[in-house]
């Protein structure tokens, strides 16, 4: 996977953490000798984020020696990314780089759990996160989840037509709805109309209406099994969505109803990965 960051965002991260030097290494006049830093998981894994590390580390100075590849897994105490150069550019560089590779591998790593739980139980069932990242993360975040085999719900509001009970605030209800679906149909024919519903006599409506994907909030399983066999039966080229709740706990569950998209903000929530560092002094091995 490609770095998503451009020199200049990876250069802000940069200023963020160190605005003016590295007070430390400059105090210890450790600053010019030549080291090595690598970095390993201490866990199995779905790494991310070592595109945007091996950056951060070259525009502090340093030379990436190898990386792993975002998306791939690793075992316990596998090499994740080694980097040469001076003490102060691989200070500079360590806390950066690690925050991006553990968060956005925390993030990977949950997502392929889902995954590969719903895959177990349904191959053909799509795991899609929503936006509902921590703000300003969110372009990390999705090459996470990318990274763990999802893709994304929608990246943004302008993007994707997908209506909800409060938009029927505005409209005036239900029946107001399926009066503008056609004229909404033939204006947007490029784009793909969807709806959340929270009961069976709203999906039926909108079902009828003509609508695209219908997502289901927080229905249980078992209202969602006989339903959704009978909506497809019906209406075959309709898309069904499961959203709310979906869990490593309940995801199997989901996947055994048939629904096409098991829509979740899980992968976001949670404990980083753990990630190693270890630190060489190139001289002092050298001269040994």
Not at 151 to 169: D, N, Q
Not at 233 to 254: Q, T
């Amino acid at each position: 996977m490609k770095n998503i960051f451009s020199d200049a965002a990876i250069t802000q991260l940069i200023e963020e953490d160190v605005p003016y030097f590295d007070l430390t290494t400059f105090g210890l006049g450790i600053g010019k000798q030549q080291g090595a830093i690598e970095f390993y998981s201490r866990h199995p894994m779905v790494v991310c984020a070592t595109e945007e590390s091996a950056r951060v580390f070259e525009l502090c100075g340093a030379k990436v020696q190898n990386h792993v590849e975002s998306g791939l897994k690793v075992e316990n105490e596998e090499l994740i990314l080694k980097a040469t150069g001076s003490a102060e550019a691989l200070h500079i560089a360590w806390r950066i780089a690690l925050n991006l590779m553990e968060y956005a591998s925390g993030i990977a790593s949950r997502t392929n759990s889902l995954v590969t739980a719903a895959h177990e139980i349904d191959p053909s069932v799509a795991i899609v996160c929503t936006r509902k990242a921590f703000p300003s993360t969110r372009k990390l975040s999705m090459k996470a989840i990318l990274a763990g085999g999802a893709v994304p719900h929608r990246l943004g509001l302008s993007e994707t037509i997908l209506i909800f009970k409060e938009h029927l605030t505005y409209l005036g209800g239900m029946s107001e709805l399926l009066k503008h679906l056609p004229e909404l149909k033939h204006r947007f024919q490029e784009s793909k109309i969807g709806m959340e519903v929270e009961t069976e006599m709203e999906a039926w409506a909108i079902a009828e209406a003509g609508v695209d994907i219908i997502q289901f909030d927080k229905v249980a399983c078992a209202d969602l099994k006989t339903l959704v066999t009978d909506l497809k039966h019906k209406y075959p080229n309709i898309k069904l969505a499961a959203a709310g709740g979906i869990n490593p706990d309940n995801i199997r569950d989901y996947a055994s109803t048939g629904i096409d998209l098991l829509v979740t903000s899980y992968p976001y929530f949670g404990r980083p990965a753990d990630i190693g560092v270890k630190m060489f002094n190139l001289e002092l091995s050298s001269v040994s």
